[in-house]
């Protein structure tokens, strides 16, 4: 194709995309001179380039809109009928462009249809006008321009008019007040001479046009970059003290923001993609007779175009959705006292890696009852069944394939080929939707999208001798299940499912899933398992091993695979091998058919959990005294049983041989007596390949708590006291007990007393993570202060007591970790202290605005060794300025 | 196969020559991208059995395919190292997984015969010719169809 022509069709299909959102406006504010300025600016651009390019039907449409057009600017009132036509005459055009585009010259035909209407609208204006004419009004002075060209060297072309008949139709037709619409034109001549052509210089000078190709290849690139410095960062990793690990660390860096730039230029505003709707819903309006109002909110949120382009179609579906099955008629809204005016309101926003999209209506809500009924009729749902689900679960049939409840099929909806579709569709860029309604009130529709598909973080897990990786955004949680623990494989016939914080989770083993049994004896009650989230649905995968995360770049599978619906992708890894990406939708899938009612009752008791606080799981014990002790369960390895006859004796220390290792005994306190006979429970802790026994009388119980120490000890080995199950109990201190146990704690201990000058301050909201990660720093021979808020570490820092460094959630209740850092950098005294912060949220985003603020590292929460690297690292840094 | 038909303008066709199963076969060297030893190939779960696996190839994601099992000639032995044909068909890369390379022949377009009748249907259904060289017989694979029937012998 031409590349003018090609220029041609973008720009304009561009310009008619704003003239389209234009003209809604300007129907709503006839008298704003801006908007309708605008229009007629882009519509004469049209006319003028299809002249140049030789389209005469485009020219002619263009040309007959644009003077009536100019009947609105000389002041015509604005009729909703007038601005159909302008519309429809846009949609030709649009036509027109499309056709152009495929064949590459403007197809035969005329549009008299059109352009009749349209001019007898510009000859009739004078008697819609209230006021008759004045005899004689001064010709616009635009009109005079136009007097030179008064003959034409040609036949006219369909649809134009004569300019003789135009120049007596503009002088008959000038508004009611002639002078009100020269001073407004004269105005109009003077603003844009000084403010528009500046402005637009501006623009055309710092925006470039690119070809998509061009960016995508870009990002490939970067794709390619990404996975050889992941290549590089595992050599380096090997090589202990490598020379290159600067300049790599470097690189690194250099990569991670090349990435984010290039992401970058993929980005669009959210805007792009709704740009389309006031006029659908202008249409729909019109056509269902109700009255709508479109309320867009962020619509400046930006997201990857190819996301932008996968969501489009959904969006516009469920905007039509909202207008004709969600709203009511006027009448039916009066009777219920609404207002009239009907609200589709769209917002986007970020949050974490994700972007939120909510389409929300004030209408009807849905009808869980019909749907319901529907949803038995087409036997997705047992009748018995369907009366045990909540609201929530039976509102979520709309997504089932080939479900619609509404009575009539209008040209506008109702096919039944909605909401599935729309599912289907946001499936496949690893969204989400969800539902929230309440009858009478509403209905909202919550998209959850990630922000790009290109890169995503990722699970590494091992089943059948081979690796996989599984997106962390499916990932809830890891469970390790074992035999002894408490968390044991259990099964329902022949339906495994793992008791999970009194829910049952239905599992499903990777290995079989895949069919790559290898003939070993596999142990069905052992393995990790993956708790997966899919939508509304959890389930867990249960795998041989995990490894790390990786980020990874998705690449799509030859055609040849793709009817293997259990992957997404594949990739390749750091260590340059390629691995399978596993589809959690795909599995969802498999899963939901075994274990759908295990899933409901699950979904039924998460209902009743949410807005509970946050609980930990405690290993409850004896030792020594009845009062009982208790450790969070995450920070112990495994609960033994093991034969007393194992103990031995070196050194005068109890040790144990444990798989393989020697490990060493060590009682919570003195009145614990190791039993002489029979078997020893233990408590094994288990860090960098040590372990460590910690010698109990009785293990009780494992419990959910909120934990909150509600008594301070000042014991060596205690926390303090909570309140748990009624009773009082000690939490002990793991961190007192590691360095008694091992050999080479001394070596530690000495590092501990040459760093005991550091104290940090640990903030975090969560009492879980306190009590995790306290132990973990203490042991490293750090001073730990904890505090609650970022409001106590202020208070701390104020009161003058001595903080070395600050470690801190992001996420946090009132004050948050980024406004935390811009509070101390902002004291002088405190400006120069280092902090590392600590987040679930690794998102670049995120990074990126912890950098602005000042973190000095950031750290993922459960990246222990991580955090004691960094924290090494500003030790040194201390040590070096010192 | 007759005269007008773009692929047989010239009246030489070079050919990359491999050993399947002690069976020559030749590759028109237009369609052959580069030929490499396969190293790491990892295995695709609930792939058709004549996906050998997926491989890193410099930095590219390469399908490769048991020739063996593609042609009806059982599976490869393992116990020799294969060798992989590098194709690029429909913008993605393939590797065909074969027992050795031989030399490039350039054999006139006017010497190559049909498919005889009676050769094995897997066989057949690749074939677009055969060339009969000095003391064997080369068969002429046909690329597109080693892709595109590929699925319907999966589901068999």
Redesign the interface.
Known sequence: MDDLLREFLTETGESLDTVDVELVHFEQEPNNAKILDNIFRLVHTIKGTCGFLGLPRLEALAHAAETLMGKFRDGMPVTGEAVTLVLSTIDRIKQLLDQLERAEREPAGNDADLIAPLERMVVDAPSAGAAPPPAAAPAPQGTAGTLAYQVLERPLRPGEVALDELERAFRETAGPDAEAAAQAAQAKAEKPAEAEPSADAKIANQTLRVNVETLEHLMTMVS?LV??RNQLLEIVRRHENSEFKVPLQRLSNVTAELQEGVMKTRMQPIGNAWQKLPRIVRDLSAELGKQIELDMRGADTELDRQVLELIKDPLTHMVRNSADHGLETPTERRALGKSEKGTIRLSAYHEGGHIIIEIGDDGRGLNTARIKAKAIASRLVTEAAAEKLTETQIHKFIFAPGFSTANAVTSVSGRGVGMDVVRTNIDQIGGTIEVKSTLGEGSTFIIRIPLTLAIVSALIVEAGG?RFAIPQLAVVELVRAQTNSEHKIERIKDAPVLRLRDKLLPLIRLQSL???ENGEAVEPENGFIVVTQVGSQTFGIVVDGVFHTEEIVV?P?????R??N??SG???LGD?????IIDPNGIAKTVGTVAVQAALDEEANAERRTGTEEVTSLLIFRAGAAQPKAVPLSLVTRLEELDTKKVETSNGRPLIQYRGQLMPLIRVNDQVQLKSEGTQPLLVFSDEGRSMGLVVDQIVDIVEEHLNIEVPSETPGVLGSAVIKGHATEIIDVGHYLPQAFEDWLIRTEKKLKAKARTILFVEDSAFFRNMLTPVLRSAGYAVTTVSGAQDALDILKSGERVDMIVTDIEMPGMNGFELAEAVHSDERTARLPIIALSALTSQDAIERGRQVGFHDYIAKFDRPGLLAALKEQVATMDEAA | MSIGNDNHSGSFIEYVTVMISGQLFGLPISQVQDVFMPE?L???????PE?AG???LR?R?V?AFDMHCRLGLGKRATDRPAMAVGIEF?G???GLLIDSVGEVLKLAESSREPVPVNLDPHLARVAAGVHRLDKQLLVVLDVDRV?DS??EVAAA
């Open positions: 390619e996975l050889t081979d895949l069919q790559i690449k599978m030859s055609t040849r695979l009817h293997i259990m992957f594949n990739t390749i340059g091998s390629v691995i399978m | 790491r990892a295995r695709v779960p609930l792939s058709g996906i997926v491989l890193n930095g994601i399908t429909r993605e890369s393939y892709f590929g699925s």
